[in-house]
């Protein structure tokens, strides 16, 4: 039989060797040249060149050696995007789960962080405007004025840094111009949307311009409830950007940047997968996965309280550039500042408060980030230096929330009280005709974290130039992270039952006889681990360091001026940190190395462009914070992992005519667990991660020009991606399976399709779009929380099909 090491051994090497051909074989193609007769044929325009600034330098994107997607402001347009959570369809092997604007989270390459606490850090950095936008909160803000999104895929530890071992987004904003300018766009769509966009763009003086921006975001969402008629999955949020630039002198400038953004609507919906018996009677356990519902099918019903999303966001960015004769300095200076409350969030999808549980997170966030960055340039040598600080300052509190009423069936299904608690001593006290009862008040059990960060680095990265065709690039970050973590869990908190035992004790009801002693309802049911457990109360503090440094080895070929060959080798890495729900909890740093090797070509009298690469990363120390169903209670634990993947990516654009564009991006992932035993002590080595081996992205866009009465395009998007690659234990963490009503896991697909008309003279335009035209809605996590304690079990499901009108005038 054939060792399973040997298999891979030699499924890699093909891997490898087929990727290196790639460079040779694209050369070959550069020979073949099109007949003048085919020239002439061809009526398209020359297609665009797009510099991006992902080496820290101006560079048009066939020249980085990257595998770099780039999205453009007019796909931003074409999808109606309003952030980050709208393009992931659209750039393969890009996840981003913006259910939650509030506690977002990035999955690049197969590799992303699931936790929502402050001790841990993502692995797919977002920076904007050059400036890291750190974690949690913060991250996912609607965009205002953005020119364009460059994706980064794989480890970029030398350029970005900290938190890239999966890769990076940068977002780069518009900059204030010389010329007066401004334009407004309103859009109206389904489900109540309202989305107003304003922007102004005033010069002051030869040399100094600034630059204005607002948007309003309403919409009523998608989901009713069944009982109270009440939205529950409304938006609403506004942001605003105010920008400056400046010319000193011809060797300084300056630019300023403010952002403001406010978030406040209902935090997100789920939806009730467990049929419910008549009340009083609870759901059976174990619960039967094979009979859960249909969450598209069914109504919905919460009955949270007070259910809230907020967030109030401020950053401001000082950038200042100076010209030596070597060449130039540039710093910049961010702080950013926000707070953000996602209350209440529906766990049992269910109206029923013998049955309720819901959850909250509450975080405050102050950062400050400065960078020095020396560049220069020679005939030989391009080269970036510089020297980084970062502070981080965040306080979390992490809440689940219940009723006395919910209690009493997690006591009873957990054999502690057969007939419950505080039901039974309430029906006592009626009999007595005493008017006090225990049930319906509120329980809460939480989790206080604080976290202070400090992150130091030093960096350089030359390009050589050894001679017209062949550069050679090295590069290396020294990175020292230093943190600082407390963990705080307290008693339960349960003001008015307190106050109701207090009366209670005053009349003496607690020395009759069959009656519990006061203290026995005094308990924990959420955080009664065994850390938890021996430091109620008590505040327990850590601290720790690590230190990293990451190489960077390129080497890239231009065969001729269209075409170019590389091959990189580069390390990542993600710093360490702690478990925020589990006292003195913490890991390592996270390490990834990545080998890639790829051509960028171009062929002109074509008017195509394409770019393909192939990658293999080793993926080491991989930290995830995981729900353990195996306890009486869930708790979340820190699960540690090593990864292996191969995999291409390809894109290509084509401008085939004139008015008719093509674009097309892929990526194949093989995605495994190198070394894996979960905390149910399942051995996973050498199974799938669970990441899909496909996802695809194709767009098509016409002009039709109309003279003088101005242009109409059409466009439309799909985005494919792959059904899910089940394991050992995607049913016990619901990624496939359980059952045949939910699909998990299934293979995605979405179109988006839009038609606008722009005047001659481009001052005004309308459109209409229309978003997931096959009306597709898939699951897209389950809440289990209360799943081995109320056998309650919900749903959320992705958005249905959307529509819209949008005008806009711009001068």
């Not at 066939?62 to 074409?78: C, F, M, S, Y």
């Not at 200042?320 to 409350?341: I, N």
Request: charged share 20%.
């Amino acid at each position: 039989m054939t060792s399973k090491p040997k298999i891979l051994a030699v499924s890699l090497r093909r891997a490898l060797a087929g990727a290196c051909l790639l460079p040779l074989a694209a050369a070959a193609w550069a020979q073949q040249q099109p007949s003048a007769t085919q020239t002439q044929q061809n009526e398209a325009v020359t297609l665009d060149r797009i510099v991006v600034t992902a080496q820290s330098r101006e560079q048009e994107l066939q020249d980085v050696p990257i595998a770099l997607q780039v999205v453009t402001d007019q796909l931003l347009g074409d999808v109606a995007a309003e952030d980050l959570g709208d393009i992931d369809s659209f750039v393969p092997g890009l996840v981003v789960d913006s259910n939650q604007p509030t506690q977002p989270s990035f999955t690049l390459r197969g590799i992303s962080t699931d936790d929502f606490g402050i001790g841990t850090d993502p692995a797919v950095g977002v920076y904007v405007d050059g400036v890291y936008a750190g974690r949690g909160g913060g991250v996912l803000l609607p965009f205002t004025d953005v020119e364009r999104i460059e994706v980064l895929k794989g480890p970029q530890g030398t350029l970005f840094g900290r938190n890239t071992a999966a890769g990076a987004i940068s977002i780069i904003t518009r900059k204030p111009g010389d010329e007066l300018e401004g334009r407004a766009k309103v859009r109206l769509g389904k489900y109540g949307k309202a989305y107003v966009e304003g922007m102004l763009n005033v010069p002051a003086g030869e040399d100094s311009a600034f630059r204005f921006n607002a948007l309003a975001n309403h919409g009523n969402g998608w989901v009713r409830d069944a009982i109270t008629g009440q939205d529950l999955k409304p938006e609403d949020n506004w942001a605003t950007r105010a920008a400056f630039r400046t010319r000193f002198s011809d060797a300084t400038s300056l630019f300023v940047s403010w952002d403001h953004e406010k978030l406040d609507q209902r935090a997100q919906v789920t939806t009730g997968i467990v049929a419910l018996p008549p009340y009083p009677l609870t759901p059976s356990l174990p619960v039967d996965e094979a009979a859960y519902l249909d969450p598209r099918k069914i109504p919905t019903a919460n009955d949270a309280e007070d259910s809230r999303e907020y967030r109030r966001f401020d950053g401001v960015t000082l950038i200042v550039d100076h010209a030596f004769d070597w060449g130039s300095l540039t710093s910049t200076t961010s702080w950013r500042d926000y707070d953000s409350e996602n209350r209440a969030v529906d766990e049992d999808g269910t109206a029923r408060r013998d049955l309720y549980v819901d959850s909250t997170n509450t975080e405050s966030n102050h950062s400050l980030y400065q960078e020095f960055k020396f560049a220069g340039s020679t005939d030989k040598l391009d080269w970036v230096a510089g020297a980084s600080f970062f502070q981080e300052k965040a306080k979390q509190t992490s809440e689940v929330n219940t009723f006395t009423d919910a209690v009493d069936t997690i006591l009873k299904n957990l054999g502690a009280a057969p007939d419950g608690l505080f039901g039974p001593v309430s029906d006592q006290l009626a009999m007595l005709g005493v008017p006090i009862s225990l049930r319906g008040h509120r329980w809460n059990e939480a989790f206080r974290n604080n976290l202070d960060t400090k992150a130091y680095a030093v960096y350089g990265d030359v390009i050589w130039h050894v001679t017209d065709k062949f550069n050679l690039t090295v590069g290396g970050r020294f990175t020292r992270d230093e943190k600082k973590f407390t963990w705080f869990n307290s008693l339960r908190n349960a003001p008015t039952l307190d106050l109701a035992l207090d009366q209670l004790a005053a009349l003496g009801f607690f020395g009759f006889p069959g009656v519990p002693p006061r203290e026995q309802f005094v308990f924990d049911v959420a955080f009664i681990d065994p850390p938890a457990m021996l430091n109620k109360g008590k505040t327990n503090r850590t601290s720790k360091s690590w230190s990293d440094f990451s190489p960077r080895l390129v080497a890239d070929y231009h065969f001729d001026d269209n075409t170019m060959g590389f091959a990189s080798l580069a390390k990542g890495y993600k710093a360490g940190g702690f478990n925020a729900l589990q006292i003195g909890s913490e890991f390592e740093n996270e390490e990834v190395w990545n080998f890639e090797t790829g051509i960028k070509k171009a062929l002109p009298d074509y008017n195509l462009s394409f770019n393909a690469s192939a990658f293999y990363y080793v993926y080491d120390n991989r930290q995830a914070v995981v729900l353990d169903m195996t306890t009486d209670i869930p708790r979340f634990v820190v699960d540690t992992s090593d990864l292996e993947a191969w995999g291409v990516d390809f894109d290509a654009r084509w401008q085939a005519t004139k008015g008719l564009g093509l674009d097309f991006n892929a990526e194949y992932i093989d995605a495994t667990y190198k070394e894996y035993t979960n905390a149910q002590g399942v051995d996973l080595d050498g199974q799938p991660t669970g990441t899909p081996h496909w996802s695809f992205a194709a767009g098509l866009d016409y002009v039709w020009d109309l003279g003088e009465h101005g242009d109409l395009r059409f466009v439309v998007r799909h985005a494919y991606r792959g059904k899910t690659r089940c394991n050992a234990e995607s049913q016990s963490q619901n990624a496939c399976g359980i059952s045949p009503a939910l699909d998990l896991g299934e293979a995605q697909n979405v179109t988006d399709a839009r038609i606008a008309w722009n005047s001659a003279q481009g001052h005004w335009s309308w459109a209409i779009y229309g978003n997931n035209l096959g009306d597709n809605q898939y699951i897209n996590s389950l809440g289990t929380y209360g799943k081995t304690v109320l056998g309650t079990v919900g749903a959320r499901v992705t958005e249905p099909r959307t529509y819209g009108v949008e005008v806009g005038f711009k001068f």
